[in-house]
Structures are given as structure tokens and as C-alpha cells.
């Protein structure tokens, strides 16, 4: 059965950098932990060898953060261009533009159904069984894309998230989500009346 695990892990790993992050990892085990579930890293029958890896926890938090940063980072030029403003106003206009891009329930819609991150993830059998990333009202998939976005920051830098983004269109795939879902963009001007 850990011949199983080991061509999956295999070919996730090529298969995710190939199509989503548009290089390959130095540390691989760094991307392997990005993919892997917590109940697959417990599998009776998951690979000794893989377990140094680890799981999601803990690089979704780093992957997280660093996605709020590399959105602050895209914007830079924007947000420096509103020199009339108030600091209040500023801090307004910087935190809508990171919940419009990071929220995780538009995350999780992303990750299902723009970059299909559902087929790169090693699943426990009970989730892939259930294909629990479908259910409603779940987020798991906002979960699983941090921790690929911190996967790729811990090994190529803030330039290796940037190439992730860029290569899977992120901002513009983002706007059209929530654009068909019927979210109009917040019109970031109104802040100057706040």
C-alpha cells in the first residue's frame, strides 16, 4: 500500500509544479507537507520516509500571512497613491483590498474550481472517499492554498509566490469570481469620506 502513497506523492508534486507554480521546488519535502492531510499523514499505511515532511499544519498559518503580505506588495503603487488621505482611511482602503483577495470562502471557490487544487492534495481515504472538499459550507480548500502559498515562500522566496500568482492569474480569476457571484468591488474612494 506505500507504494501507492509514494507514486500519488510523486505525482502531485511534478504535476503542481508543472501546471500551478511554474517551477521546481528545491526542497521538495517543503511541498510535499503543503499537500499533505493530516489524516493521510496518519494512514496507517502512509510511507515512514514522508513523515519527516510533515502535514499542512502549521505552513497554512506561514502561507496565510504571506498571502496578505504579497497582496499589500501587488497594490504597493496603489495604495501609496492615495497621498491626500488620512492614516485611517489608508488602513480602510489596505484592509478591504486584502479581504477582497483573501477571504476564504472565495479562496476555497478558487481553489476548487479555477485551479482545481482538490486533484494536486494527498487525502486521507475517509476525505477522498467522502470528497469532503465539496461539501457545503466547507473552507478546507483556503486552507490547503495557504499552505502552498507558504510551501512555495519558505522555498523560493516572495519571488516564488509572485510567479505562483501570476501564474494561476490570481487577482484578475479572483475579480471575475466575485464579480459572477454578484459582489461588486468596493469602491475604495468612498474611504475618503470615512
Not at 504535476?15 to 517551477?23: N, S
Not at 492569474?169 to 469602491?187: C, E, H, N, P, V
Request: aromatic share 12%.
Amino acid at each position: 500500500m506505500s507504494i501507492h502513497w509514494t507514486s500519488v506523492i510523486a505525482k502531485n508534486c511534478i504535476t503542481i509544479e508543472q501546471e500551478l507554480v511554474g517551477f521546481p521546488f528545491h526542497n521538495r519535502n517543503l511541498l510535499i507537507r503543503a499537500l499533505l492531510r493530516r489524516a493521510a499523514y496518519h494512514h496507517k499505511d502512509f510511507p515512514q520516509d514522508y513523515r519527516m515532511a510533515g502535514f499542512q499544519n502549521g505552513i497554512d498559518t506561514l502561507g496565510d500571512k504571506i498571502l496578505d503580505f504579497a497582496i499589500y506588495d501587488h497594490f504597493i503603487h496603489t495604495f501609496l497613491g492615495y497621498e491626500t488621505m488620512n492614516r485611517r482611511q489608508i488602513r480602510r482602503i489596505i484592509s478591504g483590498c486584502r479581504e477582497w483577495y483573501s477571504a476564504n470562502d472565495i479562496l476555497h471557490e478558487f481553489s476548487l474550481d479555477c485551479i482545481i487544487l482538490q486533484k494536486y492534495i494527498i487525502w486521507g481515504t475517509d476525505e477522498f472517499d467522502t470528497q469532503i472538499w465539496a461539501k457545503d459550507g466547507t473552507k478546507i480548500l483556503a486552507g490547503c492554498f495557504k499552505a502552498l502559498v507558504g510551501a512555495v515562500y519558505a522555498d523560493a522566496g516572495l519571488a516564488g509566490v509572485r510567479t505562483l500568482l501570476e501564474n494561476i492569474r490570481y487577482y484578475d480569476t479572483i475579480d471575475s469570481l466575485r464579480f459572477q457571484k454578484g459582489q461588486a468591488k468596493r469602491d475604495f474612494r468612498k474611504a475618503e469620506d470615512g
